[in-house]
């Protein structure tokens, strides 16, 4: 079963501009990673936060995480039409460190 | 380059056949997982083994799935008697052990079509 939920489910934006990307999940969780996904190839390691981290920057890339709301957002600055992926926000409860992905965000960039 | 394998990248079989997916995973790494994506869905564990040792299995779908790492690298996914519901991209990733949380590096997947 998906333990995540992002938003939007598909998001369409201007090459230069910023693409914000949400992430819920449901329990407890160790840390919360997001990995990218481009047509047809395995998922890419974007980056991690652990559970007693609020902000993690890497780049353009920019992840918060709220465990009082259980939620998370990615934040990709400067967009550029090779970010066109999709994007999957994934929790490690701990247990073997087993990822629970959610269902993904399709992330368009238009040059 | 020395990233997960995955192979064949495409099976296609008939339902009620056997079929059985390969993962070679980055040398060294200590961690392997097998994931199923359905389309348009996020990946869904599967199975985890740490060097030979299968230590979670709780996602496999059915007795028909099984896997297996006998040499602690180079692990098979086998799936019998086929059924069209289990078409779908079969994942494999693997990452090295130890304190902290280590990234897992993915493979390209394997598209299973179920006729």
């Known amino acids: 079963s998906q333990q995540g939920e992002e938003d939007p489910q598909a998001l369409s934006i201007q090459e230069g501009e910023n693409a914000t990307m949400n992430c819920s999940y449901k329990t407890s969780i160790n840390n919360l990673q997001w990995y990218r996904q481009n047509s047809g190839r395995g998922l890419v390691h974007l980056i991690l936060?652990?559970?007693?981290?609020r902000e993690k920057h890497s780049g353009r890339l920019r992840v918060t995480l709220d465990t009082s709301k259980k939620s998370s957002s990615l934040l990709i600055t400067a967009s550029r039409a090779a970010d066109t992926a999709s994007y999957f926000c994934?929790?490690?409860?701990?247990?073997?460190?087993?990822?629970?992905f959610g269902k993904g965000i399709t992330l368009s960039v238009r040059p | 380059g020395a990233g997960v394998s995955q192979s064949p990248r495409y099976k296609v079989a008939k339902r009620g056949q056997d079929v059985a997916l390969r993962c070679d995973p980055i040398s060294g790494h200590v961690s392997l997982f097998w994931y199923q994506q359905a389309l348009g869905q996020g990946p869904e564990f599967l199975t985890y083994f740490q060097n030979e040792a299968q230590l979670d299995k709780s996602g496999l779908p059915s007795d028909r799935f099984f896997a297996e790492r006998p040499e602690g690298s180079v692990s098979t996914l086998k799936i019998q008697r086929t059924q069209q519901e289990d078409s779908a991209v079969y994942l494999c990733?693997?990452?090295?052990?130890?304190?902290?949380?280590?990234?897992?590096?993915f493979g390209d997947g394997t598209r299973l079509s179920i006729l």
């Open positions: 994934a929790t490690d409860a701990g247990a073997n460190s087993k990822l629970t």
């Open positions: 936060i652990r559970s007693n981290e």
């Open positions: 990733a693997s990452s090295t052990y130890g304190q902290g949380y280590q990234p897992q590096h």
